[in-house]
């Protein structure tokens, strides 16, 4: 294998993993660009390592170019359940971790010299994430709600706000009543999809000083 074949093998999975890696870059994800190209340039490489031993050392006994590749598949596992994240009673990371075990896939397909299908595949999996990312905002615009929450100490706006964001909820007002004797009554008017409505209750009902809460 020549070391221009090399170099175009290495530089379009690099490419092809860092267009995946920008869409996570760009939304904040725990495993960004230079995450999803180191992924898929080691597994380019490990492509070409095992078809280098199935050509040199085919002769000498079983070689098969695919142990390796195969390897590469299951131990991105782990890599991928890195980026996946409890949060109080929801998980998330989920598409992160399987973009990353796609664009294993890419930097295998790369390696093996297999640049239509690597191309091909990169395009399909940016067409998902995006696609998912414009369902999301679809059902956020759809599903406006009112937050109300009882407290019976000094819990501050932020904290709320903190957790309803980290769900990918958006504040648009709030409303405060003081209440005699201490605490308050706040009223959030929030955009938030409803497959996290249970999830943004659990986490409010654990702040310390929070007494109710509940949607409207």
Same mark, same amino acid.
Request: charged share 20%; proline share 2%.
């Given at each position: 294998m020549s070391i221009a074949v090399i170099m175009v093998r290495i530089f379009l999975s690099a490419l092809f993993g860092g267009l995946v890696g920008l869409e996570r870059e760009v939304h904040g994800c725990t495993a960004g660009l230079r995450t999803h190209i180191l992924v %898929?340039?080691? %597994?380019?490489l490990f492509m070409m390592t095992s078809v280098f031993v199935g050509i040199s050392y085919g002769h000498v006994g079983e070689a098969d170019p695919s142990r390796i590749a195969a390897g590469v598949v299951t131990g991105i596992g782990f890599l991928g359940a890195g980026a996946i994240i409890r949060y109080g009673s929801s998980i998330r990371g989920l598409t992160t971790a399987a973009s990353i075990w796609a664009v294993a896939a890419v930097g295998l397909a790369a390696g093996a010299g297999m640049y239509e299908a690597a191309?091909?595949?990169?395009? =399909?999996?940016l067409l998902i994430l995006i696609l998912s990312r414009l369902e999301e905002r679809m059902e956020l615009k759809n599903h406006g709600k009112k937050l109300v929450i009882k407290t019976g100490g000094d819990v501050g706006e932020g904290d709320i $706000?903190? /957790?309803?964001? &980290?769900?990918?909820?958006? =504040? $648009?007002?709030v409303d405060t009543k003081? $209440? /005699?004797?201490?605490? &308050?009554?706040? @009223?959030?008017s929030l /955009?938030?999809?409803r497959i996290y409505?249970?999830?943004?209750?659990?986490?409010? %009902? %654990?702040?310390?000083? =929070? @007494?109710?809460?509940?949607? $409207?």
């Open positions: %898929s340039i080691g %597994s380019a191309g091909i595949t990169t395009f =399909v999996v $706000k903190g /957790i309803i964001e &980290a769900y990918g909820g958006v =504040v $648009k007002s003081d $209440k /005699i004797g201490g605490g &308050a009554t706040m @009223e959030f /955009i938030l999809s409505h249970k999830e943004i209750l659990y986490e409010l %009902s %654990s702040i310390p000083g =929070v @007494e109710e809460a509940g949607w $409207k």
